[in-house]
Structure formats: structure tokens, C-alpha cells
């Protein structure tokens, strides 16, 4: 009998389920605090956030230098995200912080310079062409 190459995945997802709730439960029973805040570019964290359904929201916290400049220098910058995780089904408690935070910073306002521009500078080369307006197709 020819059996699918995908067939063994199918055949493993009720044992994979099984695993999932008990860690879910896991989760639940030992969830002792309001929330933790985590690094938000850290994909192992959040990924098994996702799993056990714990409610996470991104909030901006700043800026650091790009990775590899060029040789010239430059002034651009990448953001830096933080995750508030909060315990299964208390999503306000994951907007409350989050809200908080950003009524007591103005990192959310910020934008990083872009192409060595700041948000104040003007562009050296501006276009000569006028840009014609996007049209609507409907």
C-alpha cells in the first residue's frame, strides 16, 4: 500500500495536540506572575508564546546602530521591540502595560533616519519632475 509523504505528519498531529494542551496546562498552572517582558526578536520566545496562547503585544523601545555600516559612516538606525506577555486570556493586562509604557515614553513617535536623512532634514536632490497623482481603478 502507497502511503503520501505527508500521511506520517497527519498520523502525528493528535499526539502533537496532546503534547500542546499539556503544556498548555503547564502553563496555566505555573503562570505565577502579572506579565514578563521579553525581547521581541527572540523567535524562540515567541513562537512558544503563540503556542501556549499567551497574549503578547509589541511595543517600540528604541534604536541601535545597523549592522555592518558602510565604511563611510552613517547615521541610520534599526528599531529595537520588546514583547509584554501576559497570562492566558488576561489580554488587557498585556494593553495595559503596553498603554502605560507608551504614555510614559515617546518611543512610538520617533522614526529612524532613513538613507543618512533625519526626520528634520531637508532631501539634497529633490526631484524636478512633479510626481502626477495616483489614480483610483474601479
Known amino acids: 500500500m502507497f502511503f503520501p509523504l505527508y500521511f506520517h505528519y497527519f498520523y502525528n ?8 494542551g499539556k ?7 505555573n503562570f505565577n506572575v502579572d506579565a514578563f517582558i521579553g525581547n521581541a526578536t527572540d523567535w524562540e520566545r515567541v513562537c512558544m508564546g503563540n503556542l501556549v ?3 503578547v503585544i509589541v511595543v517600540p523601545t528604541g ?5 555592518n555600516p558602510p565604511l563611510t559612516g552613517t ?3 534599526t528599531t529595537v521591540n520588546t514583547g509584554i506577555y501576559a497570562p492566558p486570556n488576561h489580554d488587557h493586562i498585556a494593553l495595559a502595560l503596553a498603554m502605560a ?6 518611543h512610538h513617535k520617533q522614526r529612524p533616519p532613513v538613507d543618512d536623512l533625519g526626520p528634520n532634514d ?3 536632490d529633490p526631484p524636478t519632475v512633479p510626481i ?3 489614480r483610483l481603478h474601479m
Open 101 to 106: 509604557y507608551q504614555s510614559a515614553t515617546n
Open 122 to 124: 531637508t532631501i539634497p
Open 53 to 55: 496562547g499567551l497574549p
Open 63 to 67: 534604536f541601535k546602530s545597523i549592522p
Open 75 to 77: 547615521r541610520r538606525r
Open 13 to 20: 498531529v493528535p499526539q502533537a495536540q496532546r503534547a500542546r
Open 23 to 29: 503544556l498548555i496546562q503547564e502553563v496555566k498552572e
Open 132 to 134: 502626477p497623482p495616483r
